[in-house]
Nanobody, 123 residues
Framework: QVQLVESGGGLVQAGGSLRLSCVAS????????MGWFRQAPGKEREFVGR????????YYADSVKGRFTITVDNAKNTVYLQMNSLKPEDTAVYYC????????????????WGQGTQVTVSS
């Protein structure tokens, strides 16, 4: 199994930045591609981006491309989501995930989830 623990959420003004962290543990966590999702109230959970533990397989949703950056630190078993130029529409609960994705595909299939962390962007 895989356990994911998130941190770093908070309140920020539009145009500001936040960095979310996701610490992974468990016997097989390194076998998975890591992803970030977000869910606003009354909305479906949506894909934000993904990355492998080697730093490859990177893909971002169009809504965050150029503003958000996903990185990994293998020494700390941690995945980061650096969020810059934040907009009010970025307000959501952000979730870390461990899953898989086919090669040559934008699809991502989560198997495990973190608890979520609230990000609120004020105007």
């Amino acid at each position: 199994q895989v356990q994911l623990v998130e941190s770093g959420g908070g309140l920020v003004q539009a145009g500001g930045s936040l960095r979310l962290s996701c610490v992974a543990s468990g016997r097989t966590f390194s076998k998975y591609v890591m992803g970030w999702f977000r869910q606003a109230p009354g909305k479906e959970r949506e894909f934000v981006g993904r990355i492998s533990w080697s730093g490859g397989r990177i893909y971002y949703a169009d809504s965050v491309k150029g503003r958000f950056t996903i990185t990994v630190d293998n020494a700390k078993n941690t995945v980061y989501l650096q969020m810059n130029s934040l907009k009010p529409e970025d307000t959501a609960v952000y979730y870390c995930a461990a899953g898989s994705t086919p090669y040559y595909s934008s699809s991502y299939y989560p198997n495990y989830w973190g608890q979520g962390t609230q990000v609120t962007v004020s105007s």
